[in-house]
């Protein structure tokens, strides 16, 4: 059993914005894909967990960003399991670029969901013995709630067909992909992400009609999505932005 798991990845073409910069959304992907690695090899992946009525959901992400990897680069990204906050599992990241030169430092929040009432289970209920990797952290702190203000309507849109995943409702990664459309073009040509985190709060569903709200002070963006039916915030984030000129 690999108690820190490693998996390298050539950033192509499809995985970067205008500027040839790795997407945001495409690093969540990323983070999901050895995650899920680890989850399997560890022994409570998806399949093992999904025949117990149960799976993994991620909850809160904070992300800090050194360098963003370029198209054509080689990542090696490490991630381990690092004990557990409350009713969650922390998991921890760092990428690594050539000669071992660390790009990206991040925390992640999992919570064990039960399928029949997609409500939170208490981490006994995974029954799987994960590796403590005691002292072993990315960021010394964990990401805690998030309060955000927001003053201007960034757009509106219908969920549709390629933001469903296999759970049928909108993919995490795809949130990320909103929060980042609410800027302009002249808006990346002048700063550049330093960091962001995110606290996922409701499922959003094929059909949903949601708003995207931001606020900016500074270098610091806030942004929440709301299912605009029932008024459910969805997700709320923080975007922290350097000046490309620095």
Known sequence: MESVWKESFEIKSFDVDFQQNL????LMQFFQEVASNHAVELGGGYEVLIERGLFWALSRLKVEIIRIPHWGELIEIETWPCGIEGLFFRRDYIVYGKDHEVLIRAVSGWILVAVSTLRPQRPSQLGVALPSNAG??????????ITTRTDQ???RKTVAYNEIDQNLHV???RYLDWATDCFLMAHYQSNKL????LEFLSETHWGDEIELRIGTSGLE????AFELSSGTTLFKAIL???SSAL
């Open 221 to 224: 963006s806030d942004v929440e």
């Open 136 to 145: 072993k952290m990315a960021l010394d702190s964990f990401p805690e709630r």
């Open 240 to 242: 922290n932005w350097q």
């Open 23 to 26: 997407k945001p959304s495409a």
């Open 171 to 173: 993919n995490n990664t």
């Open 194 to 197: 330093a960091g962001f985190t």
């Open 153 to 155: 309507v960034a757009f």
